[in-house]
């Protein structure tokens, strides 16, 4: 495994320098006033100081409260602090598209009837 990760980061690094050598996690979570997780994020800076956002959840009794978008907000944020131009992550239409075109992510390809019935769909955002 190691041997395909390194072969496809070395060809990559070949054809285009990187910015940072190594993978930066943005990790977040938020806590309601018990200390509890009621939502957090999974993202990180690649070669590119591109944001790639992984995984964005809300508690389902939390959502429609702003705290996803504080969430989503703050790492943006910090990624355009360290110098990302550009944020990017995919989502199912069942999930939070809506969501993310309301925080001025645009939609940029989808694979339709996956999983059957829905639609996987891919965002961007100039972070600029």
Known sequence: MKKIVSGINEYNLSRVSAI????TPLEFVALDEN???IGGILAGLGYWNGLEIKILW??????NKGIG???LKHVEKIAKDKGAEISMLDTFDFQAEDF???NGYEPIGEIKD??????R????KKLT
Not at 20 to 23: G, K
Not at 58 to 63: G, I, L, P, S, W
Not at 114 to 119: C, D, E, I
Not at 121 to 124: A, D, G, K, L, N
């Open 69 to 71: 978008t504080q969430i």
């Open 20 to 23: 940072t050598d190594i993978w």
């Open 114 to 119: 996956f999983p059957k019935g829905y639609r």
């Open 35 to 37: 200390g509890m997780e």
């Open 100 to 102: 993310y075109l309301k």
């Open 58 to 63: 809300v508690d389902e009794k939390y959502r």
């Open 121 to 124: 769909v891919y965002f961007s």
